[in-house]
């Protein structure tokens, strides 16, 4: 790995391409100098690589040719190079060591692969970029590399990430994000998707799956459009009831999987945009459980950082000492 | 009501308008002539006195002015004339008792209206349509009007109607076939939508569903996407896992409904179209439950005919017997 007084980190997912550039300091610590945006995986019209540069040349331009680390879809079959997931349990030793590497234009780029994991049902579940959260939470306080703990990460698909003494055990993903976008724009529920959020109809709706019967997701969906037929729910507040009832089921079925037992947590860590976060929050304090919020953009770029540092230790042991030889 | 040989029974949902011109027997039962189509409720362009002349005008000029007998969502808020929901419990009787009248063009108009009823957990529910479907399999056997009997309506939305005595007592809806279109058509879960039935994937979902934890639905769904991953679904047999998935979510809640003991039943009825049908009937009978499938064109013209004759009886009832006067 050269070395270099600026990286580039690349958070590239689905929807968008979120750029970085870091100085790194004397112990190797990264700061993030500026920040640019880009089209997303599966976005992309032209290559990859036009799209990365067009990003990031300002850059290139001021410092020179400068290594990238990218991480998330763009590492998966429909990105640029397909890496394979790191099966777990794995820690940041594991997913450092495989990290691909390739040249592009004279710049060394780095995939930092994503997450395999093999549920007790024999499902398989994967991630690709939440691992990044998850490493940078663990650097968060040395209590976090030791006991158990679990890792909500809700968004698009919600990640229940278990930590067992500093390593990542396994994870679920539930697609509570995408249900929700799906079932607000094109579904019969929904009538006004511009509403504003309104809390006594989401606690409403997280109260009713809490409370409701085995396995009654499918069941309880229909009752959005029935509390609006009977004046339960205004057509403004029908959202706001759905994301409860969402959420609720998420927070509910997390709460009763046979892969850890909830009620021998303590807390649960939420990593995810704010007001998500505090949904989250909110619900899994109807079940006893505490929880504490970490800011996604923090925990990501603290786990490129660990990443890096993780390189640049292993290649720094591994190049013979020539001053001796 | 008029005397006439001839009636029209309109089927008007939200996507189709189905009609039938039906003669009427000496005994007042009905018997199907000729059909024809139109556009759905939610689909008709001018209005909907126009839509439904241009589809039983050719009718009207061979048989005069006709009884129009409609169901469906053609009584709802979207409709052409909203009827209000009968509470269940109910029977034949009071749903005939409360059909809407009204005249257009010289035509006597009837709207049945639709049904609500109340779940244990407080949530309402409401059909249009399928109440037809019901009071026709009532009529299908003496044993049907007494005793618990539980009817299973799959299609966009599913429908679980509990029968006691004769009496529709309540019912609850599952957004089975919605979640299902909009998953297939627009989510991250199915790349080829148009791929034939795959019997051993959709029982590979089926059985997932069955087997998992209490309320995982929402935490089970990824595996759509991760088997295909993982190499143990290819594209083309993620739909029909998709199904398995969902109609055995939808069996294994309505087997667990706190409205009536699923454990009692000696049998399921399914009305329903024929492939449909008989996937619900395959995932019901894993657990131990016999089905039995009626179709439902027939049982929606017999539940219009015991309509028809429950309100020609009425009339005859309430007309005084001149001759004796």
Same mark, same amino acid.
């Given at each position: 790995m050269p070395i270099s007084n600026y990286i580039i980190a690349v958070d590239w997912g689905t929807s968008h391409l979120r750029a970085f550039l870091c100085r790194v300091n004397d112990d190797k610590h990264l700061t993030i100098i500026d920040k640019a945006n880009g089209l997303g995986v599966s976005k992309v019209i032209h290559s990859f690589e036009k799209t990365l540069f067009e990003c990031i040349n300002p850059w290139v331009h001021q410092h020179g040719k400068l290594p990238v680390f990218m991480m998330g879809q763009i590492g998966s079959s429909i990105g640029w190079k397909e890496t394979n997931y790191i099966p777990c349990p794995t820690q940041l030793e594991d997913i450092s060591a495989k990290c691909v590497n390739f040249s592009c234009a004279d710049h060394d780029i780095t995939i930092i692969p994503g997450l395999s994991c093999r549920l007790y049902n024999d499902m398989h579940d994967v991630m690709r970029g939440e691992e990044m959260q998850v490493l940078g939470w663990l650097q968060q306080s040395p209590q976090h590399l030791i006991g158990n703990h679990l890792i909500c990460l809700p968004g698009t698909h919600t990640k229940w990430v278990l930590i067992k003494s500093g390593q990542i055990v396994l994870f679920k993903t539930a697609m509570t994000g995408e249900l929700y976008d799906l079932l607000s724009t %094109?579904? #019969?529920? #929904? %009538?006004?998707?511009n509403a504003e959020f309104n809390q006594a109809s989401f606690q409403l709706g997280a109260d009713f799956t809490l409370k409701s019967e085995q396995g009654s997701f499918i069941h309880g969906l229909f009752s959005v459009r029935s509390k609006q037929l009977f004046g339960e729910l205004s057509h403004s507040q029908a959202k706001s009831y759905l994301s409860g009832l969402l959420i609720g089921s998420d927070v509910r079925a997390a709460m009763n999987a046979q892969e850890w037992q909830s009620s021998q947590l303590a807390q649960v860590s939420i990593i995810g945009a704010k007001h998500l976060s505090q949904l989250f929050s909110q619900v899994l304090k109807v079940h006893g459980i505490n929880t504490k919020i970490y800011p996604v953009a923090d925990m990501t770029l603290s786990g490129f950082n660990s990443v890096y540092q993780q390189m640049s230790t292993s290649l720094d042991n591994n190049t013979p000492d020539t001053s001796m030889s």
């Amino acid at each position: 790995m050269p070395i270099s007084n600026y990286i580039i980190a690349v958070d590239w997912g689905t929807s968008h391409l979120r750029a970085f550039l870091c100085r790194v300091n004397d112990d190797k610590h990264l700061t993030i100098i500026d920040k640019a945006n880009g089209l997303g995986v599966s976005k992309v019209i032209h290559s990859f690589e036009k799209t990365l540069f067009e990003c990031i040349n300002p850059w290139v331009h001021q410092h020179g040719k400068l290594p990238v680390f990218m991480m998330g879809q763009i590492g998966s079959s429909i990105g640029w190079k397909e890496t394979n997931y790191i099966p777990c349990p794995t820690q940041l030793e594991d997913i450092s060591a495989k990290c691909v590497n390739f040249s592009c234009a004279d710049h060394d780029i780095t995939i930092i692969p994503g997450l395999s994991c093999r549920l007790y049902n024999d499902m398989h579940d994967v991630m690709r970029g939440e691992e990044m959260q998850v490493l940078g939470w663990l650097q968060q306080s040395p209590q976090h590399l030791i006991g158990n703990h679990l890792i909500c990460l809700p968004g698009t698909h919600t990640k229940w990430v278990l930590i067992k003494s500093g390593q990542i055990v396994l994870f679920k993903t539930a697609m509570t994000g995408e249900l929700y976008d799906l079932l607000s724009t %094109q579904s #019969i529920l #929904i %009538q006004e998707n511009n509403a504003e959020f309104n809390q006594a109809s989401f606690q409403l709706g997280a109260d009713f799956t809490l409370k409701s019967e085995q396995g009654s997701f499918i069941h309880g969906l229909f009752s959005v459009r029935s509390k609006q037929l009977f004046g339960e729910l205004s057509h403004s507040q029908a959202k706001s009831y759905l994301s409860g009832l969402l959420i609720g089921s998420d927070v509910r079925a997390a709460m009763n999987a046979q892969e850890w037992q909830s009620s021998q947590l303590a807390q649960v860590s939420i990593i995810g945009a704010k007001h998500l976060s505090q949904l989250f929050s909110q619900v899994l304090k109807v079940h006893g459980i505490n929880t504490k919020i970490y800011p996604v953009a923090d925990m990501t770029l603290s786990g490129f950082n660990s990443v890096y540092q993780q390189m640049s230790t292993s290649l720094d042991n591994n190049t013979p000492d020539t001053s001796m030889s």
